[in-house]
T-cell receptor, first 110, second 113 residues
């Protein structure tokens, strides 16, 4: 079963523009994480936001969490070609086991 | 630091064959896990471990076995390969026993014919 669902499935923008992707989930969580996966590579942890936090920043990344709507968004500002990747959210409805969405494929056009 | 090392990177098996995917981490992480990634789907947890000698099943454990005799190593065994096990397999570890902030290996692409 999939707890998290990312939206959109794919996103193509011009370099320099901002990219926003969303994650919705079904049950209560302790925290929500975002990961990046470059083509053919393993996933890399980007940011973790806890259920009692509403917003978190890390460099060009901004994550928001709305527990009442069971949703999160990831904003990447001033996109670069190197940001081309798939982005996944992961939630923890139970301890020890993360549930993952199917991902958003982001393409940055030069 | 090597981080999380997975071997092999590619493997082709015939139906019914068995094999072991290797995973090793050098970060002294207690939490280790195995995922499979299929096209159009998120990662699905196969098995996980919160320390040496402790393993448990994830979402899709059937057809797979694990053991954790040391902190560093967490091999995944396919008992009798089936075409449905064709997938990309990732090993991940974390210093947090609940699996926060996972470090991933580079993956094993497995094809079962």
């Amino acid at each position: 079963s999939q707890q998290g669902e990312e939206d959109p499935q794919a996103l193509s923008i011009q370099e320099g523009e901002n990219a926003t992707m969303n994650c919705s989930y079904k049950t209560s969580i302790n925290n929500l994480q975002w990961y990046r996966q470059n083509s053919g590579r393993g996933l890399v942890h980007l940011i973790l936001i806890r259920s009692n936090e509403r917003e978190k920043h890390s460099g060009r990344l901004r994550v928001t969490l709305d527990t009442s709507k069971k949703s999160s968004s990831l904003l990447i500002t001033a996109s670069r070609a190197a940001d081309t990747a798939s982005y996944f959210c992961a939630t923890d409805p139970t301890w020890y086991q993360l549930i993952w969405g199917a991902g958003t494929k982001l393409i940055i056009k030069p | 630091n090597a981080g999380v090392t997975q071997t092999p990177k590619f493997q082709v098996l015939k139906t019914g064959q068995s094999m072991t995917l290797q995973c090793a981490q050098d970060m002294n992480h207690e939490y280790m896990s195995w995922y499979r990634q299929d096209p159009g789907m998120g990662l699905r947890l196969i098995h996980y471990s919160v320390g040496a000698g402790i393993t448990d099943q994830g979402e899709v454990p059937n057809g797979y076995n694990v053991s954790r005799s040391t902190t560093e190593d967490f091999p995944l065994r396919l008992l009798s390969a089936a075409p449905s096990q064709t997938s990309v397999y990732f090993c991940a570890s974390s210093s947090d026993v609940h699996g926060e902030k996972l470090f991933f290996g580079s993956g094993t692409q497995l094809s079962v014919l």
